[in-house]
């Protein structure tokens, strides 16, 4: 008989989050999946085409049953609207429950912010005696922090003790990262056994090119410096602007293409205006995942960013894969663990939110010569497959949610 899995995530397709695959992939491997996630209204707060608060509250997709939960959406990204859209989806989540059919073998949430997220997970298995995995996206409360500007000291400790609590009720948690891994051990007192380091990986198509001669047309004959993702203020994506009006003034022909939306985009559309960036800072709007190789295709670099902070250093962001696949020079403005991934690939790397050195490292790389420029390219590709091939990645996780086996290291 097929293994079962209960997957717990607030978001899920038809947004744009990693778990859709990571769902495709269970099912391809003959592992039966249901999935309980929120009404689709992120990054926006509005709701997707053929959704509403009345639903649809069930779903089907390739091959897995959806049973989705109210939320209150977070319209505007306002701290209470997103403080609203935090708390109401694992309350909803709760009492939508009673309505799965049971019979899992082990349940898997994909905890991205909030770390809420995870408390109807915990429930489910707890009450049903099932093992619970929590895959650790967004370290809280330290990630809480680059959304909501929480100064209080009582608050603080109060997302600090309702965090590590929610963490130590998990089974078995996965870092992406080795000093991740370490912090969470420390943290839930779980021996590395129960903590597996298992990165992120990235969908097979990303590694893909797909020249686009329409995009060509629009966005070609330049310099293409290429963001693809969520404009959040985690990405510290004002550093990117800035860095690239400043490198523009010497490197007249670079381009900035920020492929994505995002809470951010408004301010970073205002300082464009302000920096009079417009005519090469381009904004693209947000795009399916399956049409990115359009635009990593039009690349002579790729970046990617963070924002100052010793906690999101602990983590290598998701994006780091797909831009390693694609097989462009990678240029990184990031601290610890993902600097160090984007250095051992044979990235260009500044420190997190240090418009300066991103800079310097813009204009070293547009004067290098095309031949340096596509053995970089190489060097992130082979990187890619040394450390987030899919197949393998996969394999590990389904290994330890259903079995408990940490991958070896």
């Not at 129960?194 to 893909?208: K, L, M, T």
């Not at 340096?372 to 949610?401: P, S």
């Amino acid at each position: 008989m097929a293994s079962r899995i209960l997957v717990v995530t607030q978001h899920f397709w038809p947004e744009n989050f990693r778990i859709n695959d990571i769902v495709e992939g269970f099912v391809a491997d003959g592992i039966a999946v249901d999935v309980l996630c929120g009404l689709p209204n992120y990054p926006k707060g509005e709701w997707y085409p053929g959704y509403s608060a009345k639903g649809p509250f069930t779903d089907t997709y390739k091959g897995a049953r959806v049973w989705r939960a109210r939320e209150i959406p977070r319209t505007g990204n306002s701290g209470a609207r997103i403080f609203l859209n935090y708390v109401s989806w694992p309350l909803y989540a709760w009492g939508a429950l009673r309505r799965l059919p049971g019979g899992y073998d082990a349940v898997f949430c994909f905890n991205t912010s909030p770390v809420l997220m995870c408390w109807p997970a915990i429930r489910y298995a707890k009450r049903h005696r099932i093992p619970l995995t929590n895959y650790v996206l967004d370290l809280w409360p330290e990630n809480l922090y680059s959304v909501l500007p929480v100064k209080s000291r009582f608050w603080r400790g109060v997302a600090r003790r309702v965090s590590d609590a929610l963490y130590k009720k998990a089974d078995r948690l996965i870092a992406m990262s080795a000093p991740l891994q370490s912090r969470l051990c420390a943290r839930t007192g779980k021996p590395p056994a129960q903590v597996a380091c298992i990165p992120q990986y990235c969908e097979d198509f990303y590694a893909v090119p797909l020249p686009d001669a329409a995009l060509q047309a629009e966005y070609g004959g330049h310099f293409n410096v290429v963001f693809t993702g969520n404009f959040s203020p985690a990405q510290s994506l004002e550093t990117v602007v800035c860095a690239a009006a400043k490198a523009h003034e010497t490197a007249e022909n670079l381009q900035l293409l920020l492929v994505g939306d995002g809470m951010s985009r408004p301010a970073l559309e205002a300082l464009v205006q302000r920096l009079g960036a417009g005519k090469y800072i381009r904004f693209t709007g947000s795009v399916p995942p399956a049409d990115i190789p359009r635009y990593t295709a039009l690349a002579d670099a790729l970046i990617v960013s963070l924002s100052a902070s010793p906690d999101l250093g602990l983590t290598v962001p998701g994006k780091m894969a797909s831009c390693m696949a694609a097989g462009k020079p990678l240029l990184a403005s990031m601290d610890g663990a993902g600097a160090e991934a984007a250095a051992a690939a044979g990235g260009l790397v500044s420190a997190a939110a240090d418009a300066d050195a991103l800079t310097a490292n813009l204009l070293r790389l547009y004067a290098l010569p095309a031949q340096a420029r596509a053995a970089m390219g190489d060097a992130a590709r082979a990187y890619y497959h040394a450390h987030y091939r899919r197949d393998v990645l996969l394999r590990q996780m389904e290994g330890f949610i259903l079995k408990g086996e940490a991958p070896r290291t």
